[in-house]
């Protein structure tokens, strides 16, 4: 893959601010051993994270082979971006892979870059796909997507660190309910090749440095801080339920209550209101028709098996959702 392969990075739109995602994908990829170049223009001459920043891919010095040009900037400035990226590819080589960033499209960059003989990734931030692919994503309940039987070391494609290390082989992909339900979000044990995820009864993680909790703490990096927040043991079930149920990610909570809490709290507003079935379980209906009230919200009980009903309950103002269970 993509990944497994380049290692030097031009980053275009690279921010000189802790606290902005492209600072954040710029401090996970080093922490990968990817060279990252900033680029930008306003910080000119500045230093970002141990890196002289550029005003443009062109000031880049020629000795430096860029592998692949990351693009943090919005989808009307990558035109220009790929066409900069192009020419120097043609004069200088490298620079065989084009990403442009969550929320960026430019299909016309793209047929040019891709005619100049790049590679091109499109709406996709690299973070989070290098996270997906070698299982950290799937310590916050997120769903990579990846079944392997294979030991992978988190965080690294070979368990060495190294990002230009191939996988021997193409991964096979597993599309069986059955599999999924006995595999998904769970991997062997990389030190000992144990198949079945261990119980952690933990409660709280160490930290390699005080920088590391840092990034752990502002949500920059993945990995584990206190298992009221997180658990490698739940963050298995939470990617299984996500991948069985087609979803982005899930979240386990201790109870039913809390989990319906957590749906609410996501949706709702002060004078929202839900509509909810009427063949509930008991505590729902009490939490539904009285203890929401605390937080100025209303529910209207419906019986969903009359579409009428349902129909001229959600065309009241102010409705957000419609809960129901599947029994």
């Given amino acids: 893959g993509i990944l497994s392969r380049v290692r030097v990075i031009a980053m275009v739109g690279a921010s000189t601010s802790w606290n902005r995602p492209s600072y954040f994908a710029m401090k996970y990829l080093q922490t ?10 306003a910080a000119k001459g500045q230093e970002v994270l141990g890196e002289h920043v550029y005003g443009s891919l062109q000031d880049i010095p020629g000795d430096v082979q860029i592998d692949m040009v990351d693009v943090f900037r919005g989808s009307e400035a990558a035109g220009a971006i790929a066409d900069e990226a ?7 080589g490298g620079m065989s892979v084009l990403w442009l ?15 100049a003989g790049m590679l091109v990734v499109m ?3 690299p973070k989070i ?22 030991r992978r070391p988190m965080g690294a494609p070979d368990g060495r660190g190294d990002p230009k290390a191939v996988p021997r082989q193409e991964r096979p992909v597993f599309s069986g309910f059955d599999t999924r339900a006995i595999h998904a979000g769970a991997a062997p044990d990389a030190a000992t090749g144990a198949r079945v995820t261990p119980l952690f009864q933990n409660t709280s993680y160490v930290f390699e440095s005080v920088d590391h909790a840092a990034a752990l703490f502002n949500l920059s990096t993945f990995g584990n801080i206190y298992s009221r927040l997180t658990n490698p043991t739940i963050a298995v079930l939470e990617e299984r339920l996500a991948n069985l149920e087609g979803g982005r990610g899930a979240t386990c909570t ?16 002060p004078g929202d209101r839900l509509v909810a079935s009427t063949r509930l379980y008991g505590g729902t ?3 539904f028709g009285k203890t929401i009230q605390k937080f100025n919200w209303q529910c209207t009980f419906v019986d969903v098996s009359d579409m009428s009903q349902v129909r001229q309950a959600l065309q009241q103002p102010g409705v957000k959702l419609l809960f129901a269970e599947s029994l």
């Fill in 123 to 125: 709406n996709r931030c």
């Fill in 32 to 41: 990968k051993g990817y060279r990252v170049i900033p680029v930008n223009p």
């Fill in 86 to 92: 192009i020419a120097l590819r043609r004069s200088r």
């Fill in 129 to 150: 796909e290098y996270s997906r692919l070698y299982r950290e994503l799937g310590q916050h309940g997120f769903d990579s997507k990846v079944i392997s039987s294979r």
């Fill in 254 to 269: 201790s109870s039913g209550h809390a989990a319906q809490l957590l749906a609410l709290f996501c949706l709702m507003q």
């Fill in 101 to 115: 960033q969550l929320g960026v499209r430019n299909d016309a960059a793209a047929r040019r870059a891709e005619e």
């Fill in 285 to 287: 209906m009490t939490q």
